[in-house]
């Protein structure tokens, strides 16, 4: 075991009495070390009811024959970070979740891991561990909200709240139902409603193969979710015996069945710079050029806010994932999961309950898959839309920029009215370095369609959306604006056009006037100096490579 590395030998007695101090038996020394890498926290909601969730794994290990050791990740609630400089944290702390499993792990020699998530960035960042480690492992995403509730109306945090905030500016309704919505539209723990980043995550890590099945829907109220933990805890030791590790189950089959799910079911842009960066970890083959080639021949199946009306609720009462790859077994490759089956083996299992909720192959909400790539001269290293989500009338939109170097200028100029129709609102210097942290910006798109411009006004960006995003708007600009894009040269009254289906992005200028105004750009100084931020902007690689930190070991 790894963990005879602390506690093994007459050298490892100064090991062993610090082992003591925590209150572990002679006995129980001998078995397995279990970490349980916990993301409770009392001010994210989908992590408010982890405190529970760690003592059902935490059973679930002892009667498996482990040891468990509750250690503490860190986490940040996108929605509180959102509109406002703290959203600069967010991707940027995938990074240092995932260091600091690797570091607490490795000092401490677990020979297993369970990984306790639920919110955006902090599954992906715990994913990201599990394969750079490559011990064995199991995720337990805790489960999404329910809806809100109010004057009989299902409610959920995106549509009902930041949307709400520009049917307020825009004098459709008055302070006391804003006060209202607010009040009821979040009823209690979980991740957000709809198929956001957080659940399309956790949905997409259930295809994986790295949480069991039921895991990605089951909903944060139900002792469902406490019966998962208590058999995540058991399983972990099996697969600490069998030294099944995750990149036996992390390999490019899982890669592509996670893609092809995400398509089928229209889930977060956000899920691309996961995906790259966890398979990366893996040292799986991902590419940009991949979720294009799959999303072009994956229909989608299921509609969930924000592109639709249903919710994450009426996807786990359909069926769940299971239900979903039950339709889409024949597009799917079988590989391993933690659980001991293999996908098509739960795949097989898997009954549709609902076939609005998740729709048969032969009628299908779209022909292709809820994410597109673009590329185009103002982004030759690739863009994405969540398609799904853009209404067809704007699906070919041609308009006039109107330019903004920080997402706060943006915002401001919509609520002061300035943006008219047939205007393309250009957000950058939010890239990964540029941001730098790569910001969401679901203030500026919940405004536009919260205020009625979504059919007349489209927005691009270098920066990322929320998974709660919808309308026609374009993130992951790359090259970025920091590192001279495209998108850095472009001026107000210029030209853009878009054409999701075509694939194509194009700033409207001659290539002489692109090369002068390359010659005119001049690189701005970083907009943070000191700290951690300071750190991840010099180091962030392109969104297209999933925006992690790239550095190269110096070579013998």
């Given at each position: 075991?790894?963990?005879?590395?602390?506690?093994?030998?007459?050298?490892?007695?100064?090991?062993?009495?610090?082992?003591?101090?925590?209150?572990?038996?002679?006995?129980?020394?001998?078995?397995?070390?279990?970490?349980?890498?916990?993301?409770?926290?009392?001010?994210?909601?989908?992590?408010?009811?982890?405190?529970?969730?760690?003592?059902?794994?935490?059973?679930?290990?002892?009667?498996?024959?482990?040891?468990?050791?509750?250690?503490?990740?860190?986490?940040?609630?996108?929605?509180?970070?959102?509109?406002?400089?703290?959203?600069?944290?967010?991707?940027?702390?995938?990074?240092?979740?995932?260091?600091?499993?690797?570091?607490?792990?490795?000092?401490?020699?677990?020979?297993?891991?369970?990984?306790?998530?639920?919110?955006?960035?902090?599954?992906?960042?715990?994913?990201?561990?599990?394969?750079?480690?490559?011990?064995?492992?199991?995720?337990?995403?805790?489960?999404?909200?329910?809806?809100?509730?109010?004057?009989?109306?299902?409610?959920?945090?995106?549509?009902?709240?930041?949307?709400?905030?520009?049917?307020?500016?825009?004098?459709?309704?008055?302070?006391?139902?804003?006060?209202?919505?607010?009040?009821?539209?979040?009823?209690?723990?979980?991740?957000?409603?709809?198929?956001?980043?957080?659940?399309?995550?956790?949905?997409?890590?259930?295809?994986?193969?790295?949480?069991?099945?039921?895991?990605?829907?089951?909903?944060?109220?139900?002792?469902?979710?406490?019966?998962?933990?208590?058999?995540?805890?058991?399983?972990?030791?099996?697969?600490?015996?069998?030294?099944?590790?995750?990149?036996?189950?992390?390999?490019?089959?899982?890669?592509?069945?996670?893609?092809?799910?995400?398509?089928?079911?229209?889930?977060?842009?956000?899920?691309?710079?996961?995906?790259?960066?966890?398979?990366?970890?893996?040292?799986?083959?991902?590419?940009?050029?991949?979720?294009?080639?799959?999303?072009?021949?994956?229909?989608?199946?299921?509609?969930?806010?924000?592109?639709?009306?249903?919710?994450?609720?009426?996807?786990?009462?359909?069926?769940?994932?299971?239900?979903?790859?039950?339709?889409?077994?024949?597009?799917?490759?079988?590989?391993?999961?933690?659980?001991?089956?293999?996908?098509?083996?739960?795949?097989?299992?898997?009954?549709?309950?609902?076939?609005?909720?998740?729709?048969?192959?032969?009628?299908?909400?779209?022909?292709?898959?809820?994410?597109?790539?673009?590329?185009?001269?103002?982004?030759?290293?690739?863009?994405?839309?969540?398609?799904?989500?853009?209404?067809?009338?704007?699906?070919?939109?041609?308009?006039?920029?109107?330019?903004?170097?920080?997402?706060?200028?943006?915002?401001?100029?919509?609520?002061?009215?300035?943006?008219?129709?047939?205007?393309?609102?250009?957000?950058?210097?939010?890239?990964?370095?540029?941001?730098?942290?790569?910001?969401?910006?679901?203030?500026?798109?919940?405004?536009?369609?919260?205020?009625?411009?979504?059919?007349?006004?489209?927005?691009?960006?270098?920066?990322?959306?929320?998974?709660?995003?919808?309308?026609?708007?374009?993130?992951?600009?790359?090259p970025e604006a920091a590192s001279g894009g495209p998108i850095a040269l472009i001026r107000d009254g210029d030209t853009i056009y878009i054409d999701?289906?075509?694939?194509?992005?194009?700033?409207?200028?001659?290539?002489?006037?692109?090369?002068?105004?390359?010659?005119?750009?001049?690189?701005?100084?970083?907009?943070?100096?000191?700290?951690?931020?300071?750190?991840?902007?010099?180091?962030?690689?392109?969104?297209?490579?999933?925006?992690?930190?790239?550095?190269?070991?110096?070579?013998?």
């Open positions: 075991m790894r963990s005879d590395t602390v506690k093994k030998g007459v050298e490892r007695a100064p090991h062993r009495s610090l082992l003591y101090a925590t209150g572990i038996s002679p006995k129980a020394i001998e078995k397995p070390f279990i970490g349980i890498a916990s993301s409770f926290s009392d001010i994210v909601p989908g992590h408010i009811n982890m405190r529970d969730m760690e003592r059902f794994v935490e059973r679930g290990v002892e009667a498996g024959g482990g040891y468990p050791f509750v250690f503490g990740i860190p986490s940040i609630c996108d929605g509180i970070a959102m509109g406002h400089p703290g959203m600069r944290y967010s991707l940027p702390l995938r990074e240092i979740i995932a260091d600091s499993i690797e570091s607490v792990a490795n000092a401490h020699c677990f020979d297993g891991l369970v990984l306790l998530t639920n919110c955006d960035k902090i599954t992906p960042g715990m994913l990201m561990a599990a394969a750079r480690l490559n011990i064995p492992a199991v995720v337990v995403t805790t489960g999404p909200m329910l809806s809100g509730r109010y004057n009989n109306d299902r409610l959920s945090l995106v549509r009902d709240t930041f949307e709400a905030v520009g049917r307020f500016k825009k004098g459709e309704i008055d302070r006391e139902k804003l006060y209202a919505l607010e009040i009821e539209a979040c009823p209690g723990p979980g991740s957000c409603q709809g198929l956001y980043t957080a659940n399309t995550m956790a949905c997409l890590t259930e295809v994986m193969g790295m949480s069991l099945p039921g895991c990605g829907s089951g909903l944060a109220v139900s002792s469902k979710k406490r019966r998962i933990a208590y058999e995540s805890g058991m399983r972990v030791m099996e697969l600490v015996r069998q030294n099944i590790c995750p990149r036996d189950i992390l390999t490019r089959q899982a890669f592509e069945n996670a893609v092809k799910v995400d398509m089928a079911m229209g889930g977060s842009t956000n899920t691309v710079l996961h995906l790259l960066a966890i398979a990366r970890e893996a040292k799986v083959d991902l590419s940009l050029k991949d979720f294009d080639e799959i999303g072009r021949k994956i229909p989608q199946i299921v509609s969930l806010r924000p592109g639709g009306d249903y919710f994450m609720e009426d996807l786990e009462w359909a069926g769940g994932i299971p239900a979903v790859l039950s339709v889409m077994r024949d597009f799917l490759s079988d590989s391993l999961t933690v659980s001991g089956n293999s996908i098509l083996e739960i795949a097989r299992k898997g009954v549709v309950h609902n076939k609005d909720v998740i729709r048969p192959l032969d009628n299908p909400y779209t022909r292709e898959g809820g994410l597109a790539v673009l590329y185009g001269s103002l982004a030759p290293e690739g863009a994405i839309v969540k398609q799904s989500a853009v209404a067809d009338p704007m699906k070919r939109f041609r308009g006039r920029a109107r330019v903004f170097d920080r997402e706060e200028e943006a915002v401001e100029a919509l609520y002061n009215g300035e943006i008219e129709k047939g205007d393309v609102i250009v957000i950058r210097y939010e890239g990964p370095r540029g941001g730098p942290g790569m910001r969401e910006m679901l203030s500026p798109t919940a405004t536009v369609v919260g205020m009625g411009l979504s059919d007349s006004v489209a927005l691009i960006t270098d920066g990322r959306f929320s998974g709660g995003t919808r309308g026609p708007c374009i993130g992951h600009i790359c999701i289906p075509a694939r194509k992005i194009e700033l409207e200028l001659s290539s002489d006037e692109l090369e002068q105004r390359r010659r005119e750009w001049k690189k701005p100084s970083p907009k943070v100096k000191e700290g951690y931020l300071a750190r991840y902007g010099m180091l962030a690689g392109s969104a297209s490579e999933g925006g992690s930190l790239q550095f190269k070991v110096p070579q013998e």
